[in-house]
């Protein structure tokens, strides 16, 4: 059954650091998604993204977030400095059309020091 | 600004007793609304999509329940089983059709 992938499942930084997270969503699908949560929070939505640019964000998504589809695989999210605040669970997701279906990768965790 | 409900936060209960979860929202235009559940240090894994058109959706033991106009979602889950022990959530959709918002969640543990 296709599914969301992401890489790293875990991941440690410094504070100040840049940080990477990658998905590759589903093969057919043209809208990406990243969410995150933080321990024991609610699941917090992020940025959607469609046809190469984004389409919503929230407040969170400040300048320190940028997304990129640098191939017609991956989709990736980047913190460019990344605060201890930033410590997350970041879930990619992906839907074959608008109000389809979401669905989610496993999430990759990300530890800010 | 959307603010979702999931009532009760717990909930446990003995193996094959029929349950139901109870999700509200505050704003009722939405476009649809998903099911999700979420097992300990794992990701979400849908359940089940309501169109904002539907009244209720049907999948195995599951059935989700819509009452747009009064702000509310139940889930429906039948002779339950230790396996449905987990996190269930509920995020309903705006109408752009892009943000899912999502409620605190629903901890059930069904016992053996």
């Known amino acids: 059954e296709p599914e969301v992938t992401q890489t790293p499942s875990h991941q440690v930084t410094q504070m100040g650091q840049e940080v990477i997270l990658r998905c590759v969503p589903i093969s057919n699908h043209l809208y990406f998604y990243w969410y995150r949560q933080i321990l024991g929070q609610k699941v917090e939505f992020l940025v959607s993204?469609?046809?190469?640019?984004?389409?919503?964000k929230s407040e969170i998504f400040d300048d320190q977030f940028s997304v990129e589809r640098p191939d017609g695989s991956n989709f990736t999210l980047k913190i460019r400095s990344t605060k201890l605040e930033d410590s997350a669970m970041y879930f990619c997701?992906?839907?074959?059309?608008?109000?389809?279906?979401?669905?989610f990768g496993e999430g990759s965790r990300l530890t800010v020091l | 600004k959307q603010e979702v409900t999931q009532i009760p936060a717990a909930l446990s209960v003995p193996e094959g007793e029929n349950l139901v979860l109870n999700c509200s929202f505050t704003d009722s235009a939405i476009y649809n609304l998903q099911w999700f559940r979420q097992d300990p240090g794992k990701g979400l894994t849908s359940l089940l999509l309501i169109q904002s058109s539907q009244r209720e959706q049907t999948s195995g033991r599951l059935n989700a329940s819509l009452d747009k106009s009064s702000g509310r979602s139940t889930l429906y889950i039948a002779a339950s089983q230790p396996g449905d022990s987990a996190t269930y959530l509920c995020a309903p959709e705006e109408t752009s059709g892009s943000r899912l918002t999502f409620g605190e969640g629903t901890q059930l543990t069904v016992n053996p």
């Open positions: 993204f469609y046809n190469n640019e984004i389409s919503e």
């Open positions: 997701a992906s839907s074959e059309f608008m109000g389809g279906e979401l669905f």
